[in-house]
T-cell receptor
Framework: KQEVTQIPAALSVPEGENLVLNCSFTDSAIYNLQWFRQDPGKGLTSLLLIQSSQREQTSGRLNASLDKSSGRSTLYIAASQPGDSATYLCAVWGAQKLVFGQGTRLTINP | GAGVSQSPRYKVAKRGQDVALRCDPISGHVSLFWYQQALGQGPEFLTYFQNEAQLDKSGLPSDRFFAERPEGSVSTLKIQRTQQEDSAVYLC?????????????FGPGTRLTVL
């Protein structure tokens, strides 16, 4: 059974810092990995999708990497801003369904 | 263009009541998914449709939960005899095709509170 773990559960940093969110998964047989953002009381906004054959994806200040063999992904956020404050969820698409981690709650302090 | 929409956005039910949650996927999307998100947790898979066929319902927590997509577009998640543990946000997602590598698009969710 696929299990996804995100570390840390919560992170608070001052504005302007670069930061890394971590995601690990137990079964390397995945089709893709997706990073989402969730604001309080809102649905999920897709940030980046990495196919299993890819190593990384970039969008603006965000960069996500995927190491399938070690079961790890990282989301790198450059020059963080208060508007980046949200919960970040990692999810992997395996044999049957999308399996999510519990998320990292990120707070960027002005 | 319109994204995935869900209604109602908020639902309060008394324990024992039946509820119906609606999902309107992006037009033309073949695949549709339902997830349950408890407070402070990541979403958990409930069920999956490809057009009108329900291909996977392994995540439905009990036989009180029922989902349908009779015409391959709008879907309804029904919960009978609601219990307090059913309180959660119910998320719907759609995907343009049946290929596992393609992106899912999520709706805003329905927050269900069972008193």
């Amino acid at each position: 059974k696929q299990e996804v773990t995100q570390i840390p559960a919560a992170l608070s940093v001052p504005e302007g810092e670069n930061l890394v969110l971590n995601c690990s998964f137990t079964d390397s047989a995945i089709y893709n990995l997706q990073w989402f953002r969730q604001d309080p009381g809102k649905g999920l906004t897709s940030l980046l999708l990495i196919q299993s054959s890819q190593r990384e994806q970039t969008s603006g200040r965000l960069n996500a990497s995927l190491d399938k063999s070690s079961g790890r992904s990282t989301l790198y956020i450059a020059a963080s801003q208060p508007g980046d404050s949200a919960t970040y969820l990692c999810a992997v698409w395996g044999a049957q369904k999308l399996v999510f981690g519990q998320g990292t709650r990120l707070t960027i302090n002005p | 263009g319109a994204g995935v929409s869900q209604s109602p956005r908020y639902k309060v039910a008394k324990r024992g009541q039946d509820v119906a949650l609606r999902c309107d996927p992006i037009s033309g999307h073949v695949s549709l998914f339902w997830y349950q998100q408890a407070l402070g947790q990541g979403p958990e898979f409930l069920t999956y449709f490809q057009n009108e066929a329900q291909l996977d319902k392994s995540g439905l927590p009990s036989d009180r939960f029922f989902a349908e997509r009779p015409e391959g577009s709008v879907s309804t998640l029904k919960i009978q005899r609601t219990q307090q543990e059913d309180s959660a946000v119910y998320l719907c997602a759609s995907r343009p095709d049946r290929f596992r590598g393609s992106e899912q698009f999520f709706g805003p969710g329905t927050r269900l509170t069972v008193l």
